[in-house]
């Protein structure tokens, strides 16, 4: 019964050094989204994808950032050449097919990622 | 972009009393959500709206869509404990292919045994 799994939990970066943060979705949902959140702030989406695709990725920095949810394998998020600014907690969220139940969107426990 | 504006910011509560959060926002929104989170941990799916004027129960916790689809309420009935954490409610614009939640800054609920 495993929900949204997200690892690392915890990453350090130095200043431009590259972040993976990977994300596999509960089973049975197609449906991936990315969220970044400040201390002591909401959630706020970055990107959602399906399965190859990028459906909406208008919260997304346009430099440095970009995510893919390949055929096979989990959901990566990638930041390129990191900087303090990007120290933030990320969490992935999915959600299933189905259309009365597709808006509810699952969390992640997050990767907390530290830039030195 | 679109905003939503969560109350209160916090919560000071003693244990057994019922607490009242609500979030509006300028635009309609289609669906509401609501979501508590631990320190350290993701958000967790408390109740979900799908339709204006509905009232969804899950336990102690009541939530309302308001009949304008600009606002929720969340309530929690005879608080304990473990129910401190961050509350944040988050809503689906209606606007076509959008699928992203828009979230509110939360109420930090803090429960005085």
């Known amino acids: 019964n495993a929900g949204v799994m997200q690892n690392p939990r915890h990453l350090v970066r130095r200043r431009g050094q590259e972040a993976r943060l990977r994300c596999s979705p509960m089973k049975g949902h197609s449906h991936v989204y990315w969220y970044r959140q400040l201390p002591e702030e909401g959630l706020k989406f970055m990107v959602y994808l399906q399965k190859e695709n990028i459906i909406d990725e208008s919260g997304m920095p346009k430099e440095r950032f970009s995510a893919e949810f390949p055929k096979e394998g989990p959901s990566i998020l990638r930041i390129q050449q990191v900087v303090r600014g990007d120290s933030a907690a990320y969490f992935c969220?999915?959600?299933?097919?189905?259309?009365?139940?597709?808006?509810?969107?699952?969390f992640g426990p997050g990767t907390r990622l530290t830039v030195l | 972009g679109q905003q939503l504006n969560q109350s209160p910011q916090s919560m000071f509560i003693q244990e057994g009393e019922d607490v009242s959060m609500n979030c509006t926002s300028s635009?309609?929104?289609?669906?509401w959500l609501w979501y508590k989170q631990d320190p350290g941990e993701g958000p967790v799916l408390l109740i979900a709206?799908?339709?204006?004027?509905e009232l969804t129960s899950n336990g102690r916790l009541t939530a309302q869509f308001g009949i304008t689809r600009k606002d929720s309420f969340l309530n929690i009935s005879a608080s304990i404990p473990s129910d401190v954490g961050i509350y944040f409610c988050a809503g689906r614009s209606p606007q076509g292919g959008s699928e992203k939640l828009v979230f509110g800054k939360g109420t930090k609920l803090t429960v005085n045994p």
């Open positions: 635009s309609i929104f289609n669906t």
């Open positions: 709206l799908y339709k204006a004027g």
């Open positions: 969220a999915s959600s299933p097919l189905d259309r009365r139940t597709y808006n509810e969107q699952f």
